[in-house]
């Protein structure tokens, strides 16, 4: 009777504690729900070669345990190191980070933006800012694209149907194209709008034409992109390329003969060197090859242009006791009247005060030059070589010979330093002899490519200090044209350099 009397006393007051939980839940309910998880703010930006940045996002009234997703709404999941969604687990109330991995794909593009925001809510909603924008800066330098050969008058057919112009990547990494601006200085401009990347490889040409019809373009049979809406004046115009944003990568300013070339009916203007100022009309010349029903050009390919006046095939340097001793030859040369020698871009001696600086004039014979520095005193210094045709144009080579003297015995010695030499002969079938100089000794790569950038090439080769070193490369399985090479070793990546197979 005692228990069943607690029992019965007890149970009004166990029903009344469940009704008032009952009666309370909507509200325990409403107050877990009411926590809000949300950016700190709207928006941020980073470098494209920073590497890397993060988000941070923060929980409002936190009352122990959170979830939701951060995902990539808007924007190139690639540009992130293919991030698309990271769930954040709130276990405090101290704000998150969402971890961010920068693709640095190489390329010009301009400033990128990504929009980020929430999804799959545990114990919370959405606050505000419910986005975040994140705007990703291309900070590369400016890509180094020239504009080498036009072509404004065609003669095999009308201009309408045959104008085109050629740019060439003289940089060392990919560049993208597509939504660059072209225009000239009063109303022409055009978008180039590939419907997708449009990439200029290193060392590789684009030629864009008003025509990609073989047929009827005057022969031209790859055209990279065809646009319309721009034309080529045939007295005095301009080419000006401009990034997506407008930040102008190259122009040319032709003048109907007064220092550019004389307008040629059916020929081309070229760039006779890819080192010089395109917008100096003496850099330029006329093309003399023809191409598909007559005209002449060499549209997409390397003709006149860059086809500099002496081939150089060694350039190096070593010490002796009363300086530094440069010694270089040439493959050939045509009207070359002397040399120029630079130490840091400074003029050490020119042809005109020595003798031995003096060109051969025409020659397809080797031909050696020697000359000592005596000014050289101890440090390190960079080498460099100019020529000069009779005309008084001057061409810069890009073959270097760094040198680092110290004081032995009473005189100078001088390191060797990483170096790839041209090979030869070039044009070459179907061999031809690479020569280069390790630091140290080790193994060296050799790699070749042809101008899509795909690897038809690689050697790998333990090399002695010094200049010794040399790969052969045998081409009887390859086409004929352009290819590229590439020298690396531990801590040493050279430049590319070209050669040409002609079969």
């Given at each position: 009777m005692e228990v069943y009397m607690k029992n019965k006393l007890l149970y009004p007051k166990t029903l009344f504690l469940g009704l008032m939980l009952l009666c309370f839940m909507p509200l325990l309910s409403f107050?877990?729900?009411?926590?809000?998880?949300?950016?700190?703010?709207t928006s941020g930006s980073v470098n494209e070669t920073d590497g890397s940045t993060s988000i941070e996002v923060s929980i409002t009234g936190f009352s122990g345990f959170h979830i939701c997703d951060v995902i990539l709404q808007n924007g190139n999941s690639a540009d992130i190191n293919g991030f698309t969604t990271q769930t954040l687990f709130f276990l405090n109330p101290n704000p998150q980070t969402v971890p961010i991995t920068i693709t640095d794909d190489l390329l010009e593009e301009g400033a990128e933006n990504l929009v980020f925001g929430f999804t799959n809510f545990t114990n919370a909603?959405?606050?505000?800012?419910?986005?975040?924008?994140?705007t990703i800066n291309d900070d590369e330098p400016n890509p180094d694209v020239i504009i080498t050969e036009i072509?404004?008058?065609?003669?095999?057919?009308?201009?309408?149907?045959?104008e085109w112009f050629e740019i060439y990547n003289n940089g060392s990494t990919d560049v993208d194209i597509n939504g660059w601006i072209v225009k000239d200085n009063d109303s022409d401009s055009i978008v180039i709008n590939n419907g997708g990347t449009l990439?200029?490889?290193?060392?590789?040409?684009?030629?864009?034409?008003?025509n990609a019809d073989g047929g009827t373009n005057g022969g031209i049979t790859v055209v990279d992109y065809e646009y319309s809406g721009f034309t080529l004046a045939n007295t005095v115009d301009e080419i000006v390329l401009t990034t997506s944003g407008?930040?102008?990568?190259?122009?040319?300013?032709?003048?109907?003969?007064?220092?550019?070339?004389?307008?040629?009916?059916?020929?081309?203007m070229i760039l006779l060197n890819f080192t010089l100022d395109n917008n100096v009309g003496a850099n330029w010349g006329t093309s003399t090859e023809a191409y598909g029903l007559g005209d002449f050009g060499t549209p997409g390919s390397l003709g006149g242009e860059a086809a500099l006046p002496v081939e150089l095939f060694s350039f190096k340097g070593s010490a002796k006791a009363n300086g530094v001793q440069l010694n270089w030859t040439t493959a050939s040369e045509t009207d070359n009247a002397g040399f120029t020698l630079l130490r840091n871009?400074?003029?050490v001696a020119n042809f005109n005060n020595t003798n031995a600086l003096k060109g051969q004039g025409t020659t397809s014979s080797h031909t050696r030059y020697s000359y000592v520095d005596q000014s050289a005193t101890l440090g390190s210094y960079v080498y460099t070589l100019r020529s000069e045709d009779y005309s008084g144009l001057i061409h810069d080579y890009n073959m270097t010979v760094t040198v680092e003297v110290t004081e032995l015995d009473g005189g100078v010695s001088v390191e060797p330093s990483y170096a790839l030499d041209q090979n030869y002969p070039n044009p070459f079938n179907p061999s031809t002899t690479i020569k280069y100089t390790m630091k140290e000794a080790g193994e060296a790569t050799l790699k070749v490519y042809d101008v899509l950038g795909r690897q038809v090439f690689e050697q790998t080769k333990v090399s002695v200090k010094g200049d010794n070193n040399s790969i052969n490369f045998n081409a009887s399985g390859l086409t004929s044209g352009m290819y590229f090479y590439q020298m690396t070793t531990e801590g040493f990546t050279s430049q590319m350099k070209r050669m040409i197979l002609v079969k």
């Open positions: 107050d877990v729900f009411a926590q809000t998880i949300q950016f700190t703010s909603t959405a606050g505000t800012p419910s986005q975040f924008t994140l072509m404004q008058n065609p003669n095999a057919v009308l201009d309408n149907d045959g990439t200029v490889n290193p060392g590789n040409f684009a030629v864009l034409s008003n407008e930040t102008e990568i190259d122009r040319v300013e032709y003048d109907n003969g007064v220092t550019f070339p004389s307008v040629a009916n059916g020929a081309s871009g400074v003029e």
